[in-house]
């Protein structure tokens, strides 16, 4: 399906041609495809999508991909790449329209400066990355509804799901991630995950070989001591202990047993009889034992 060089959309061009190149590309469009059919991702016939591109290695992989399956027809949707410039002191503005433009990329440049509110709002020692967020969000979907999108699609890969996982897990008191899809509060619009399967390194793998311009974060990405971060290099020492152990446990999200766990809401445990038959302790047996 991807074999051919000169079979390729323009965000492809200037790809290395050696086969390990060959084989990262496959392996993150195959990701990509599997990703929006397994979690359903195309709405209709109409859909238009917004695609988040913030100017990291993430959002650059993510489109390039998106393009290249809508490029096969492989993914029927219309497609329009969004930049918010939130106004960060140094913000390169130009670069990422110009490189929409040589690309044929439909896309639309939204200036909005939330820098300014983060930095006036976040007591000093805080962490911005929630209000950034917030803020980031609500324009986003502002930005989808005045142009006809059913869904904003973001940037997020396999190794952010994971961290999000634990900094729940180790800070909020609960076994919660980012879901590769969901419906915003006001229940208008959808929010996509593509990269879901794919890990990190290989969006960093991917967009230094391709030179895509990058634009450093700022903002929450210039401040010391955040969760994310020290979540990370737990996973980082995990990985280094245990090669793969991150695909392991990224598994482990699509495989949960509520009858394995303590939530009486998702499990009726009070419910159980022996009068029913085959528990689900026989029917389902945990793979680490009782311990």
């Known amino acids: 399906m991807l074999s051919d060089h000169d079979d390729i959309h323009p965000l492809f061009y200037g790809a290395p041609q050696t086969t390990e190149f060959r084989k990262l590309r496959k392996r993150i469009v195959r990701y990509v495809r599997e990703a929006v059919e397994q979690y359903g991702m195309v709405q209709g016939r109409d859909a238009r999508w917004l695609v988040c591109l913030s100017g990291g290695k993430d959002s650059y992989t993510l489109l390039a991909a998106l393009m290249e399956l809508k490029w096969r027809g492989l993914l029927p949707v219309e497609i329009l790449a969004c930049n918010l410039d939130q106004g960060q002191p140094g913000f390169p503005a130009t670069v990422l329209p110009e490189f929409l433009e040589k690309m044929g990329v439909p896309h639309r440049i939204e200036y909005q400066d939330t820098y300014s509110i983060v930095v006036d709002k976040v007591p000093q020692g805080r962490t911005y990355c929630a209000l950034c967020s917030r803020l980031r969000r609500g324009n986003l979907y502002r930005i989808a509804r005045e142009e006809g999108c059913n869904a904003v699609v973001l940037g997020h890969h396999r190794d952010d799901i994971l961290e999000t996982f634990f900094m729940n897990l180790f800070h909020g008191g609960r076994l919660a991630t980012m879901p590769p899809k969901l419906v915003n509060e006001e229940g208008d619009l959808f929010l996509y995950r593509p990269l879901a399967h794919v890990a990190e390194a290989d969006c960093e793998k991917f967009a230094r070989a391709m030179n ?80």
């Open 212 to 291: 895509y311009p990058i634009i450093p974060c700022d903002l929450c990405g210039s401040q010391d001591g955040l969760q994310r971060q020290q979540v990370k290099q737990i996973l980082d020492q995990w990985e280094k202990n245990s090669p793969g152990r991150r695909q392991v446990m990224f598994r482990a999200l699509m495989n949960a047993r509520p009858s394995h766990l303590l939530d009486a809401k998702l499990w009726d445990f009070a419910g159980l009889s022996l009068e029913e038959g085959k528990t689900p302790e026989v029917d389902a047996p945990p793979v680490l034992g009782r311990g």
